[in-house]
């Protein structure tokens, strides 16, 4: 026992060290990688901040005015070109330069601070290369502080008029830096005298340029830099304790080296106290516990072994009491047990009772007579006391009445609802206190039955019940009714809730896609006459990508409240993402076109501001009348949309109403001739699916298909989706297509003869708020016995960010079906690495535009790389669209991108050509 113990022991001991030696590791592993990605993200920023200066300053270079007052060598001018631009550019974007030189190279217009760039050697060289290549340059340089520059060519008159120059500081990067990695952030550059803030760090030679938190931060580093030279804080996490508490420190090189001049650095100081306080705790809490499991154990052993013995003595002691007729010594001593493994001690228990009670024989068998009574008696009062109690205890109205109605027995709830005792309760009615409806006494005597009824509670609030009827005989000649009432007042208000939500947009309250189109086809009927109004947000999509879902919510609620304050008596829908419409049923169309102008005039006074940007609500109305404009619902929508688009060709009015002789009828025509060629397909199945393989980079094997939908022409030849594609999202037929898509796509997913490969189908934004996608999808996998994790639903970056929390909501709903999300054409929009945490997705579909220059274009493979690392570091694949050449391959694979699709692997083609069955 005590070998026993010793190895316990050990074994308690290594747990604890092995834990410990664990917990160590992975928190140094993620440090690591914590100082990885900071690097990488410092990069990733600099880059952008370059892409975005390059960009400010091609907008100024592309100023006409000031292209022709360079040529003229107008210099007031030019002045002035630039002066009206500045304002925007300092406050806007951050800039805090901006020079213009002529063709000789020489500065004629200054903005802002005087640049330490202008003294800098190889000025001219570096802005003579701008000006013979003709293409933009950017620098990063770092004196007493680090700024980014950026020139760009002037072109005016097809020739080479000058140069624009503008610069901006890292601030807004150190900021960002400092909140994405909670650190404290420095920004050194070499320096061989102290700087004008005292910021010098003489035993390292280097200037502080930026400081987090300087009063804190600052003498910290100083004592660091006293302890330990500049060289040991690169390459690597150097660990330090200062103040009673412990930091790591590393280094980010910017790049900005030269042969004189060391790099610039950004300096990250992390806290790190915290965790290593956890793991201390963790270590001792582990090494406490398993200390008491193994003392549990030494005690659990020696209990063991004490009862068995005891037992054993008890059972030897009473065996003789037997032979002096003692019953029940050995019952009332020996405890029934029951145990998982039987021993010779059980077996000895066993046969000893089993002896006593062959010995009692007829003696205890009146006793045993006794005994059955008596226990029949309990029985009956347990059930006396189980049904009182169940009647008292019970959250529902139970009681009895006669056939007259007055009342003879309630429960405790009865009492509680009605705040009346119980002898008080007999001298009331069934129907004076329960039912204010109609109560029909011979039905429910004679055979039961069920009724839901309203009646007032003690707190005054009227409840509704739903009461369970059941003839109850007393004797012979008396019956009475037990009436078991549940209250299902919750229950009903749900109900109304849920059947106000069928006909409601849940962001805006507004009625919703589905109940407009039903009342359009209630009001557009022979004899009727009325107006539908058609809006479209403008810019909208700026909204969500510049300062989020929730100000695009915002902007959307602030609308909805417009509308429905002008537009009483008439039927206001929201239709999905930024598009609404006004049902005017017996309504002329100049009450509809006065409308129409009250809308866009308080839309254009209506502004949201947030973080410093305003967003106003601007729209285009379109105008359609029935029956001039259509006498069936499709026709009126598609000429409503029509006008909409013609009031977004006239900003200043923004409304636009129909005539009769409008120009341009072509386009209309052909709206309404694809409205009924997509019904007609959807009726008669003639849509189909095209299949093209997605490969896996590594291997070239094909994981899955993406199914392409594609209409066949009336000459047999199919037609591309961009015919009728935009057509279907306006009219509302969209919604009718996906949910065939779905179908469709289930069904061959079914039909593959390998089982491993899934199907990828796209949807379309609107069926992102279509209620009835979800129910669908369970229906057809129930159907064709398909697992939905084979199914891989697409949607559009822009589609998911034009209503990001339906959106979010529904993919959500999609990916606990089973089924898996992929994010298409992504990169394309401003806001693309800000959605793509937050959106609900399995796979990134990384934009063509992006891979079919990649070989050619530096800017490209930044953004792809950037991509691919931030979706590995997600935990999402990546998969590289519209391959057509071999030379793509090597950057796709160098990026550790996971799938390719293109022509030059594999086209679109027919199911049957893929392993259907």
Not at 708 to 719: K, N, S
């Amino acid at each position: 026992m005590l070998l026993t113990s010793f190895l316990l022991l050990a074994l308690t001991s290594l747990i604890v060290w092995v834990s410990n030696h664990s917990l160590m590791s992975q928190f140094q592993q993620s440090r690591d990688e914590f100082y990885e990605s900071q690097s990488q993200e410092v990069k990733f920023n600099i880059q952008r901040s370059a892409d975005v200066m390059r960009q400010m300053a091609g907008m100024v270079a592309s100023s006409e005015d000031l292209g022709y007052a360079l040529l003229n060598n107008n210099e007031p001018d030019a002045e002035l070109a630039i002066k009206a631009l500045w304002p925007t550019l300092q406050l806007d974007v951050g800039l805090d330069d901006i020079v213009v030189y002529n063709r000789e190279l020489r500065p004629i217009v200054t903005f802002g601070h005087k640049l330490e760039f202008l003294g800098g050697a190889g000025i001219d060289d570096w802005l003579g290369d701008v000006l013979d290549n003709e293409r933009p340059r950017d620098k990063l340089l770092c004196t007493e502080s680090c700024k980014q520059y950026v020139a760009v060519p002037v072109l005016a008159g097809g020739v080479d008029a000058g140069v624009v120059m503008i610069s901006r500081s890292l601030a807004d990067i150190t900021r960002y830096l400092q909140k994405s990695s909670g650190s404290e952030v420095a920004l050194l550059v070499d320096s061989d005298k102290p700087s004008l803030e005292g910021r010098y760090l003489p035993s390292w030679g280097i200037s502080l340029a930026a400081l987090t938190h300087e009063s804190t931060v600052f003498p910290y580093i100083q004592e660091l830099s006293r302890k330990f030279s500049f060289s040991e804080t690169q390459g690597k996490a150097l660990s330090y304790t200062y103040d009673g508490k412990k930091y790591e420190i590393s280094s980010i090189a910017l790049g900005t080296g030269s042969n004189d001049r060391r790099s610039s650095y950004f300096l990250l100081i992390s806290d790190v106290t915290d965790q290593l306080n956890g793991i201390l705790k963790t270590t001792q809490t582990i090494l406490t516990i398993s200390l008491v499991g193994w003392a549990a154990a030494e005690i659990l052993l020696y209990l063991i072994l004490r009862y068995r013995m005891g037992r054993l003595r008890e059972i030897s002691r009473k065996l003789p009491l037997l032979a002096e007729r003692k019953y029940n010594v050995m019952r009332h001593s020996i405890k029934a047990r029951r145990s998982l493994f039987v021993d010779e001690i059980d077996a000895l228990e066993t046969t000893a009772v089993e002896l006593e009670i062959k010995l009692e024989g007829l003696e205890t068998e009146v006793g045993k007579r006794g005994l059955q009574l008596e226990a029949k008696i309990k029985d009956l009062a347990r059930e006396r006391d189980f049904i009182r109690g169940l009647m008292n205890t019970a959250q529902v109205l139970v009681l009895t009445h006669r056939r007259d109605g007055f009342i003879t027995l309630t429960n405790r709830f009865c009492q509680t609802m009605t705040g009346l005792s119980d002898q008080a309760l007999l001298h009331y009615s069934f129907q004076q206190l329960f039912s204010m409806d109609f109560f029909n006494v011979d039905e429910f005597f004679n055979a039961g039955g069920q009724q839901e009824s309203h009646f007032v509670s003690v707190d005054g609030t009227v409840r509704t019940i739903v009461w369970y009827h059941t003839p109850l005989r007393i004797d012979e000649e008396r019956r009475e009714l037990i009436s078991v009432g549940v209250d299902i007042t919750e229950r009903k208000l749900a109900e109304n809730r849920l059947a106000w939500l069928a006909n409601r947009d849940s962001l805006t309250e507004l009625y919703n896609r589905r109940f407009f189109e039903e009342a359009l086809n209630r009001a557009v009927v022979a004899g009727a006459f009325g107006a539908v109004l058609y809006l479209d947000l403008d810019r909208f999509k700026d909204v969500n990508e510049l300062s989020g879902h929730q100000t695009g919510d915002q902007l959307l609620r602030a609308v909805a409240s417009t509308l429905s304050g002008l537009s009483h008596g008439y039927i206001v829908a929201r239709l999905g993402g930024d598009e609404f419409a006004v049902l005017m049923e017996h309504t002329s169309t100049d009450a509809a076109v006065d409308l129409a102008r009250k809308i866009a005039d308080h839309l254009d006074q209506q502004s949201i501001h947030i973080h410093g940007r305003t967003h106003r609500a601007s729209a285009s109305i379109g105008i359609a009348a029935y029956p001039d404009h259509g006498d069936r619902p499709d026709k009126l929508m598609a000429n409503a949309d029509y006008a909409m688009y013609r009031a977004k060709e006239d900003m200043a009015k923004r409304w636009h109403l129909l005539q009769p002789d409008q120009q341009d009828r072509e386009e209309l025509k052909q709206r309404v001739y694809w409205a009924e060629r997509i019904r007609s397909a959807l009726l008669y199945d003639q849509f189909e699916l095209m299949l093209q393989p997605i490969f896996r980079l590594t291997d070239f094997n094909i994981q899955h298909y993406e199914a392409l939908l594609r209409l066949r022409g009336d000459d047999g030849e199919y037609l591309s989706p961009g015919a009728f594609i935009p057509i279907a999202e306006r009219n509302g037929q969209i919604a009718a297509i996906d949910r065939w898509v779905v179908a469709k796509g289930i069904e061959l997913v079914s039909r593959f003869v390998d089982n491993s490969i899934s199907l990828a189908i796209n949807l379309s934004g609107q069926s992102l708020q279509d209620k009835e996608l979800m129910p669908l999808m369970e229906s057809e996998f129930e159907k064709w016995e398909v697992e939905p994790r084979r199914l891989i639903v697409e949607v559009t970056e822009t589609a998911a960010v034009t209503d990001f929390t339906s959106a979010r909501g529904v993919l959500e709903d999609i990916r606990r079906l089973g089924c898996q999300v992929a994010l298409d054409d992504f990169g394309v929009g401003f806001s693309s690495f800000y959605y793509l945490g937050q959106l609900p997705s399995d796979y990134i579909k990384v934009d063509g535009s992006f891979i079919t220059t990649l070989p050619d274009s530096e800017e490209n493979q930044l953004i792809v790389k950037a991509i691919a690392d931030i979706a590995k570091g997600l935990g999402k694949k990546t998969v590289a669209e519209f391959v057509d050449k071999p030379s793509i391959l090597p950057y796709l694979r160098k990026y550790n991108i996971d799938y390719v699709q293109g022509f030059y692997l594999g086209r679109p083609q027919p199911a049957t050509e893929v392993g259907i069955k």
